[in-house]
Nanobody, 123 residues
């Protein structure tokens, strides 16, 4: 079993940067594919970025491609570096884990979720 805790959210001006971190507990972290999702008020939770167990392959939503970078160190953290932030990036960001998973983009594919961290981008 994996427990996930996100940190690093906050308020930033448009064009700025934030780095989110997801800290995982559990002995088998390296067995999990990891992703970031986000949910804006009144909207469904949507896929942002995913990374496979080895860290050797990643996938991004079109809306963040070229601005966000997902990484992991298998010392039980997964980061999301967010650059050139836009007001439409405002949302609660969630970390998710899927055992033996690949680069999946559907919420139903994931086994474990964190509580989320708020990101607010002002214009």
């Amino acid at each position: 079993q994996v427990q996930l805790v996100e940190s690093g959210g906050g308020l930033v001006q448009a064009g700025g940067s934030l780095r989110l971190t997801c800290a995982a507990s559990g002995r088998t972290f390296s067995s999990y594919a990891m992703s970031w999702f986000r949910q804006a008020p009144g909207k469904e939770r949507e896929f942002v970025a995913a990374i496979i167990r080895s860290g050797g392959s990643t996938r991004y939503a079109d809306s963040v491609k070229g601005r966000f970078t997902i990484s992991r160190d298998n010392a039980k953290t997964v980061d999301l570096q967010m650059n050139s932030l836009k007001p439409e990036d405002t949302a609660v960001y969630y970390c998710a884990a899927k055992r033996w998973g690949g680069l999946r983009i559907e919420t139903n594919d994931y086994d474990y979720w964190g509580q989320g961290t708020q990101v607010t981008v002002s214009s």
